[in-house]
Structure formats: C-alpha cells, structure tokens
C-alpha cells in the first residue's frame, strides 16, 4: 500500500508539528513496511523490575485502548504489510481479552508472539491461548537464583511461578523460549543461567545485556556491568555454544551486549520508521517502544489510520533517511549501515535526538560513553538501592 502523501487531508492536522515550530520534515525518503507490530496492551504490571523498558512516567499515561480499538489496530497494520505481532506490555497477562485479540490476529493471519514474565500465567491460559492460535510464548527470568530473581521482581513467588511456566509452556508444544536481562548484579552467573535454561529444555536463550532505556538508564549506575564482566561472560557462553554444538544440541544461545562497550553505534530498529511500529496502551503510535520520552507529538491511534501513522505523520519522518543528519553522520561512509545510531540514547545522552548517537567514537559526545564504563569499574550500588518499576515511583517521576 502506497503513502498518500504528506499534503493528503489527513497529514493537515496539527499533529505534524514538533514542539519546535521552525521544524520541517526533510525531503521524504522511501518507506518500507511495517512488518513488526509491538502491541503494548497495558503498563500495569505486577512486577517492578528496574531495567523496565517502559516509560518512567508511565503511571500517568491515558486510558487504555479498549478490544474494538486494538481490533481495528491490527487490521489496518495487517492490511499494510505487518506480518508478525508481540503482544506486551506491562504485563499482557493482565488484559482480560487477551485471548481474544490473539485469536483475532491468527484470524488476520499474523505470526502471534506472548512476551511475559510468567506472573498470572495458568496451564489452562496456555491450553486456551493454543486454542486462540498464539505461536510463540517468552518467558523473562531476573536471575537463575531465586533469592535474587524475587527481589528484582519485588514477588516472594515470582521464580516458583516462572519454573512451573516454563515447564507447562514446553509441555504444551511451544517453542520454549527463556529472556535473561543480564547486569552486573547477575552477570557473574551466566553459566548458572544456562544450566538453568538446558534443565528446563529450552530451545532459544536470550541473554540480554541491560539496554539502558526507561527504568534502566535511570539505575545504569547500578545496573552496567564492567568491561571484564562482559568479556568473562562472553567467553562462558561461547564454551557453551562449542560444547552444545559437539553435543548436537540445537538449542540456541543469544548474548546480547550492551552498545556502551562498542565504538560503532547498533542499526537500531533497523532505521527510524523502517519495520518496526509500536502502539502503546494508551494508542500513541511510536517507531520504537523508547520513543515515547522524546520532545515529539506522536500521532495516537484514536485520531488517524495506521495508514496516515505510518506514511504520513511527522513522528514518523522525523528521522527517516539521511537528510536530517547532521555532522559527522551526513559525511560519514557508515551511516547506510548504522543509521546514525539510536535516537532516544542521542537524546537521553546529549538532550538532542539529531546528535550522533554517543556510542560512535567519532560523536563529539563520546565522552559521556567512556565516563560511563569508568563508573562502572568502582560502582557500588546494591540492589536494595536501586530505583524499581512501580506505580508510586512512576508518579513521584512524573511529579518532578
């Protein structure tokens, strides 16, 4: 489906303005498809974990969108092009309709991925859920130690629960896929972490480095692992990779780290607009689910069809293409590459999300990168000081 153009009725609205007026939208470059849908369902959560991904306002944030509204949501991106969707959140398990909007998108024809923490997870959910045509289910671990999974989860029986879904997930034939955030205050036991995930079958493992966006970036002190840290648990794994290989188990081992300890900044997103699209609880439509804390009116979902959203709206052009970039970016022979980096860590970091983002080592900012890794060497924050994911926290936040 093609744009209709930046001056169709729809894109006259007032939301194509940025809190800058002397803004303009840059020449339009050519727009793929938005073939990744991340409905986020809901904020509420029973959990409070610190590295959360979610606004740190969250607890302010508008009425959620209602069954009818996601409906129309996944129709339109379906029609469009989306092919897979991950419902999350929050926590999803929390929507009552779950299993209705899961059985709506395997009626549009998506790929269904549940991405949850386990909480509020029964055997006969995952049972009605197969019936509802979900095809994938990721469940997110705090630690492989139960005593420090509970107090990160801020839930005396969140480890218990999580074992007895992971079991009940594999018992019911899909694909069992585990979710580590990694940090320095359980990084030290990646191997433990593994072990763990062998017992319980699973298939694909993600280790996970925290990416220091919402909750994370405001505990990054205490969350970032040092350099040797990363090094040590790097190699640990690959000794894993090299045994399950000789082994001919097919399980799969992701480590992800994290960007700060890189000197090229990551295709985040695969460029701004490009494949992903994210619509939060509350229906804003967003490039990517960290967008949210930047200084732009992003269009809502209530007022303009995914179609407008999509082509047409300034959010979404904002940053797409090459010509918004400024030095070193625009000269640079990497950009096709990496896009200029991550735009909400170019605003987080330098309070300009235009700015090459401070992980590349030709950023005038790249400083603010290395300061960040020494911290880490001598930090000593516990994690009884940290700042947790919850709603008194959020609104104390969206107070300040």
């Known amino acids: 489906m ?31 498809l938005p073939l990744w849908l991340l409905a986020e369902l809901t904020y509420r959560c029973p959990l409070q974990c610190p590295y959360c991904s979610n606004p740190l306002d969250f607890a302010k944030q508008g009425q959620e969108l209602t069954t009818e509204q996601w409906f129309k949501v996944m129709a339109e991106a379906r029609q469009m092009g989306a092919a897979q969707i991950g419902f999350s959140g929050g926590e999803p398990l929390v929507r009552q309709d779950l299993a209705e909007l899961i059985a709506e998108a395997r009626r549009l024809g998506y790929y269904t991925n549940l991405i949850t923490s386990g909480i509020g997870l029964t055997e006969q959910k995952i049972i009605d859920f197969k019936k509802a045509g979900l095809d994938h289910i990721q469940i997110s671990f705090q630690a492989s130690d139960e005593q420090v999974n509970n107090m990160l989860a801020g839930s005396k029986k969140a480890f218990a629960q999580k074992l007895e879904m ?69 190699r640990i794994t690959n000794e894993y990779r090299a045994r399950l290989a000789i082994d001919d188990n097919p399980v799969k081992l992701i480590f992800v780290t994290p960007d700060y300890y890189e000197e090229r900044p990551k295709a985040c997103m695969n460029g701004w607009g490009n494949i992903f699209l994210t619509v939060t609880p509350d229906g804003t439509a967003l490039p990517c689910h960290g967008a949210r804390q930047m200084p732009i009116q992003f269009p809502n979902v209530r007022d303009h069809t995914m179609q407008h959203i999509w082509y047409d709206s300034f959010g979404f052009n904002r940053f797409r293409g090459y010509d918004w970039m400024p030095e070193p970016c625009r000269s640079c022979d990497e950009k096709e590459k990496d896009f200029g980096g991550c735009r909400c860590q170019a605003f987080m970091l330098t309070g300009d999300a235009s700015n090459a983002d401070p992980v590349c080592s030709k950023s005038e900012h790249h400083g603010l990168i290395t300061q960040a890794r020494d911290e880490a060497e001598y930090a000593s924050q516990t994690i009884e000081q940290l700042a947790f994911r919850n709603e008194r926290n959020s609104r104390i936040i969206a107070k300040s």
């Open 2 to 32: 093609q744009s209709t153009g930046l001056n169709s009725p729809e894109s006259a609205v007032t939301e194509t303005v940025a809190t800058d007026p002397g803004l303009r939208i840059p020449p339009k470059p050519e727009v793929g």
């Open 166 to 234: 992971a079991r009940a997930v594999k018992k019911h034939g899909y694909p069992m896929v585990l979710n580590f955030v990694t940090h320095r205050h359980n990084i030290d036991k990646i191997d433990r972490i593994i072990d763990l995930c062998l017992a319980l079958e699973a298939d694909f493992v993600e280790l996970a480095t925290c990416q220091f966006y919402g909750w994370a970036h405001l505990n990054r002190v205490g969350l970032l692992p040092t350099k040797d840290q990363l090094v040590r648990a790097e």
